[in-house]
């Protein structure tokens, strides 16, 4: 039997846990009857298991027969606050939605640590598998590396791998080396000015007009300052100023959400906004504080690990389920903060039924979104084969 054979064989079961999930979301950080029904379907597996402190995750580490390196493998098991409307008769009724596909990613990597427990003889090196609370905002995957998941085998692992179920053809693995998603940050902007009566604004340092145009100015920023090989996206969501209609307001307060795919372009939006808002602040004889909070960096692939991967899936599932991503998504993960400290590779898994046209479903995060769980197996399959065949490489 191979690996892939095996895992269709648990498929019942891991479709089974992953309706459990989906009938019981929870969001954020702490997802009690999800770390327990987690840890219930470890059990017996052999495994080292370590909760989290400030977050109900679970590290599960698998010693293998055999002495080598360590590698990582992560699933993260967080719903949204989203009201589902899909009509499955498993769908969620607590207000709470697996919209994002958080419950396949769970019983995904509960199937792969099945898969490699029932390998353990032969497994040269040891596997970290990391349920992680808390992506969707919360930065969960930071929270588990300050709990130490990344040395809960004793060593660093070589290479860490995840994969994310989307809305796209059914089966279709796909994902790039480089940047894979891009990194979201928040852009705040405070003009000071002096306060005053509406009626005579001469008699007071207005900051509405500074922060109007330190907003249109941010749009020419983008074109002309950062190269359009590594684009940036800047959205001013938020404007803030005043209370009362006759009041000129001391203070004036912009919000804009950053999407950036390098770290030197999350450098130079802080110092060219900086540049910019407190120079046209002068202007207008006010000053200005600017702070960027780098919320998740951008998700960065491992060149050699990202081809190690794609050449894993082609050969396990044929030439045509694996794509090679032309470009990155502008969406953000929190599985970067992991390969910021360990080389590897984050992956798609298209999830649209068989039977519709993905171009047309409703996207992850949708109340209507409807991912296949019949695509468990290969998810499982492929973790844990990318874990067998990186572990037989050696450090
Ligand atoms: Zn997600």
Redesign the pocket.
Known sequence: MTLIDDARALLPDLVALRRDLHRNPEVGLVLPETQRRVLEELDGLGLEITTGTNTTSVTAVLRGGRPGPVVLLRG?MDALPVREETGLDFAATNGNMHA???DLHVSGLVGAARLLAARREELPGSVIFMFQPG??GDGGAKVMIDEGVLDAAGERPVAAYGI?VATGPWGEFSSRPGPLMAGANQLHVTVHGRGGHGSQPHTSTDPVPALLEIGTALNAMVTRKFSVFDPIVVTVTQLHAGEAINVIPPTATLGATVRTLSKEHTDLVIAETRRLAEGIAAAHGCTADVALDVMYPVTLNDPGEADFMADTLRDMFGADRYVDLPVPMMGS?DFSFVLDEVPGAFLFLGCTPRDRDPRSEPW?HSPLVHFDDEMLADQAAALAELALRRLAKGA
């Open positions: 993260d994002c596909g958080h992506e969707e994310h993960e992850n």
